[in-house]
């Protein structure tokens, strides 16, 4: 596996990461706990150097199973992890980045990893209620203190990135990026590159949906929260199926998948952006980690945008409530 540096932060890790929401939150009933381990060790086995949790994940037991599968290799792999709400009954309860706040999260954390430090701690969202210096200072004094390596930001907009940069170096941004979602492009990339600041995409694969494998038809289990995605309604996913066929065509022309496609694409935009595509099933993974291998023509990759920007998708990509916690 290539290995790519988060900007000019210093963190190098593999070009692929693995996000490992989706083994016990969000996409229906959690996956068999030796079956989840087993998938992240094979993870690291072909190359991956870099995870993806939360303490909202599970709510925590998403930690404890990236901790558990990654304690043996704890010295060759990158762990990112976040903080930003009360969970109170194992649900988030708002947000809440104050200091003292963060400070506990860091400790239950590092007990629920079984590490001594987190690589790359994430403001979960942006608390308007926190200055984000003093965020941001907080996490400096961790960073002293040994307890964390990296702060890093998901979903802020431009100006909160500044801000933040300010009084610590930002080493990622975490946000949603891909094919069917570019409106980093606008404003926070090149924030990101002035900075010199690496670009973690969350749900580089449109949640699923740029594989091909999702149709107006799909039906969700009651616990996957797409069911609360506008994007992903009947209607939607209908009408969304055009920018699935520009990518299956391209992938059929070069005899690969669409989502080798998908994340190529991404790892083609700029040579700080780290993709972390998540899955349940270890036949996907070693799927997506072919990506890496797949180069994509200056031509194919004008083809694409020429074709992409005559497509219209349909949807937001969260509902309402979630919608407001992010750009911010």
């Not at 992240?40 to 998403?62: L, Q, S």
């Not at 979903?155 to 975490?174: D, F, K, M, N, S």
């Not at 009947?234 to 989502?259: D, F, H, M, W, Y």
């Amino acid at each position: 596996m290539q290995r790519r540096q988060l900007g000019k932060s210093g963190l190098e890790v593999s070009a692929l990461g693995l996000g490992c929401m989706g083994l016990n939150h969000g996409l229906g009933p959690p996956t068999d706990h030796k079956t989840a381990i087993d998938l992240i060790r094979t993870a690291v086995d072909k190359g991956v150097t870099f995870f993806d949790t939360a303490e909202v994940y599970g709510a925590f037991t998403n930690e404890e199973l990236v901790g558990e599968a990654l304690e043996p290799v704890r010295d060759q792999v990158v762990i990112a992890t976040k903080f930003g709400f009360n969970i109170k009954d194992g649900k988030m309860a708002g947000l809440n980045s104050q200091p003292q706040h963060i400070r506990d999260v860091v400790a239950a954390s590092l007990k629920r990893l079984r590490t001594d430090r987190i690589d790359l701690l994430y403001q979960h969202r942006v608390d308007p209620e926190v200055p984000i210096e003093d965020v941001a200072g907080t996490v400096s004094d961790l960073v002293k203190e040994g307890k964390v390596r990296y702060l890093g930001l998901s979903e802020a907009g431009a100006g909160t990135i500044r801000r933040a940069h300010a009084v610590h170096p930002i080493a990622a941004l975490q946000s949603e990026y891909s094919l069917w979602w570019r409106e980093p492009e606008q404003t926070v990339m090149p924030t990101l590159e002035e900075l010199g600041i690496g670009f973690v995409p969350f749900s580089p694969l449109g949640k699923g949906f740029l594989t091909g494998a999702i149709t107006e038809k799909t039906q969700f289990d009651k616990n996957d929260f797409r069911l609360t995605v506008p994007r992903f309604s009947e209607a939607n996913r209908k009408a969304n199926q055009t920018i699935v066929g520009v990518v299956n065509a391209l992938a059929t022309s070069k005899k690969i998948t669409p989502a080798q496609i998908a994340l190529a694409w991404l790892l083609a935009q700029k040579p700080w952006i780290v993709p972390i595509p998540g899955t349940t099933r270890k036949a996907r993974l070693l799927e997506n980690l072919g990506a890496a291998e797949v180069s994509l023509s200056r031509t194919e990759l004008l083809d694409i945008d020429r074709t992409l920007r005559t497509v219209t998708v349909q949807g937001e990509r969260y509902a309402p409530n979630m919608q407001a916690l992010v750009g911010r």
